[in-house]
Nanobody
Framework: QVQLVESGGGSVQAGGSLRLSCTASGFTFDDSDMGWFRQAPGKKCKLVSTISKEGATYYVDSVKGRFTISQDNAKNTVYLQMNSLKPENTAVYYC??????????WGQGNQVVVSS
């Protein structure tokens, strides 16, 4: 059974930091690309960051220099370190696993609230 279990969300003041974790099971983590998406209230789901199975990373412009994606293959876990958080980063954050453009598996979502 495939599972992506997220943790680490919560509430923080602007300028603060949070680290999201996503632990995978039920599929070959080493063969998968991993990504973080977010959905703000009333808005569509959008890509935040990805890390390929080779370790290449991608960030949307709005988070570059503030967010860092990383993974620990020994723990089947991907992380999103979020620094200098802004109120507009408030959203439900989802991790996902797939290959290329196909995101096959999704986590349950993790609420992040940034207050001003």
């Amino acid at each position: 059974q495939v599972q992506l279990v997220e943790s680490g969300g919560g509430s923080v003041q602007a300028g603060g930091s949070l680290r999201l974790s996503c632990t995978a099971s039920g599929f070959t983590f080493d063969d998968s690309d991993m990504g973080w998406f977010r959905q703000a209230p009333g808005k569509k789901c959008k890509l935040v960051s990805t890390i390929s199975k080779e370790g290449a990373t991608y960030y949307v412009d709005s988070v570059k220099g503030r967010f860092t994606i990383s993974q620990d293959n020994a723990k089947n876990t991907v992380y999103l370190q979020m620094n200098s958080l802004k109120p507009e980063n408030t959203a439900v954050y989802y991790c996902a696993a797939g290959v290329g453009c196909a995101w096959d598996y999704w986590g349950q979502g993790n609420q992040v609230v940034v207050s001003s």
